[in-house]
């Protein structure tokens, strides 16, 4: 049987943006219920132990200068951690390790073209029209500097695909990323804990284990539908999942959604993390793909994730974007990771994902 349950604002997810939205509605005295399809809060920000290592799920930071600090402030989250720059970063060309600041400094040209594309040289005037990433870069006389700032943007922004990616928004994510991140002590579980006291606190009340199927609109506000259970709702917040998850609640709620779900372009990658006892190379410790794309960092001792001297080491890839069939099956799937056996070394349609990290993991941390 049905039953049905009548609130103020509704916020369907309980990841980082549901947590926050929820919190700030209830501080300004709303009713706010927040449904969470998984059997706990927090989403992709949730971490993990094991045998004395703190997990998070791939290799998260806190960027200084990011919205998100002075919000969190705002609701009295503290994230508190390290900032992991004051070590240089090591880049593979070839299968070579060499320090960054080494690779400029043979090529004061690169090096200068650089910094004139920091100051955002090339980037289209405020109304003009948009300029993919790809191609501000493709500018760049200098074939070093423009590699690594292709490499810097794919760090600072999680993705490769830099022909579909607005070169100012990239510019502006790659100057604040220059700015210093955290890594946080205690994983991003810490933000998370803290984020739901501050919830509770201010009233919010949560429903997990819920998935929600469908969001209509009506006369008097929205009717949600989550399993056996319904809810009308003044105001519903969503903060799951990307344009076509919303699509697939509300699929006639606007024209603009349904462009943006046919349009969207889900990123992915592929990560491994690894406790150890020791680090093999202790001064490799930041890498960073030149001829690839991916990536290598070791948390600690920056972060507290690890027990008796040990290091949490994550290892990412980014992986080709997805388009057409495979795109639209991507962004309509739960907005959780994948749930493979731990040692498997392919995904569920047979992609072999373990071996490329296991080999990048070779070059930064030989003998791990």
């Given amino acids: 049987m049905t039953s049905e349950t009548v609130v103020e604002v509704l916020v369907i997810g309980g990841g980082l943006a549901g947590l926050t939205a929820a919190t700030s509605v209830a501080a300004s005295g709303s009713q706010v219920v927040c449904i969470e399809a998984r059997s706990h809060v927090g989403g992709r920000a949730q971490s993990s132990t094991r045998e004395g290592f703190t997990f998070n799920q791939g290799p998260h930071a806190l960027y200084k200068a990011s919205e998100a600090v002075p919000i969190l402030k705002r609701l009295g989250v503290t994230p508190r951690g390290g900032n992991p720059m004051r070590r240089t970063a090591w880049v593979s060309?070839?299968?070579?390790?060499?320090?960054?600041?080494?690779?400029?400094?043979?090529?004061?040209?690169?090096?200068?073209?650089?910094?004139?594309?920091?100051r955002g040289v090339g980037l289209p005037r405020e109304n003009a029209a948009p300029l993919?990433?790809?191609?501000?870069l493709d500018t760049c006389t200098s074939e070093r500097a423009r590699d690594v700032l292709a490499m810097l943007t794919r760090l600072t922004s999680y993705s490769r695909d830099l022909e579909h990616y607005d070169a100012s928004s990239a510019h502006l994510q790659l100057r604040r990323g220059l700015k210093g991140v955290l890594y946080l002590h205690g994983g991003w579980q810490s933000v998370v804990d803290q984020l739901r006291s501050a919830?509770?606190?201010?009233?919010?009340e949560f429903v997990t284990g819920h998935k929600v199927s469908s969001v209509e609109p009506g006369a008097l506000g929205f009717l949600v539908t989550a399993g056996q259970v319904r809810?009308?709702?003044?105001?519903?917040?969503?903060?799951?999942?990307?344009?076509?998850?919303?699509?697939?609640m509300v699929p006639d709620a606007s024209p603009t959604l349904s462009a943006w779900a046919a349009q969207a372009r889900p990123i992915s990658a592929s990560t491994l993390s690894l406790g150890l006892r020791s680090l093999p190379k202790s001064k490799y410790r930041n890498c960073l793909g030149g001829d690839e794309a991916w990536y290598t960092v070791t948390h600690t001792p920056t972060a507290r994730l690890a027990d008796q001297g040990g290091e949490a080491v994550f290892a990412l890839?980014?992986?080709?974007?997805?388009?057409?069939?495979?795109?639209?099956?991507?962004v309509s799937s739960p907005d959780s990771p994948p749930d493979f056996p731990p040692d498997s070394p392919t995904d569920g349609a047979g992609t072999d994902w373990r071996t490329p990290l296991e080999e990048q993991l070779d070059c930064c941390q030989p003998g791990w």
């Fill in 231 to 248: 809810y009308r709702a003044t105001s519903v917040i969503i903060a799951c999942g990307g344009p076509a998850e919303v699509h697939r």
């Fill in 317 to 330: 890839r980014y992986e080709p974007e997805l388009v057409g069939a495979a795109a639209s099956s991507a």
């Fill in 93 to 118: 060309w070839d299968g070579v390790l060499r320090p960054l600041p080494v690779v400029l400094a043979t090529e004061p040209k690169a090096t200068a073209e650089m910094l004139r594309f920091l």
């Fill in 132 to 136: 993919s990433t790809k191609s501000w």
């Fill in 199 to 204: 919830a509770l606190d201010a009233g919010v």
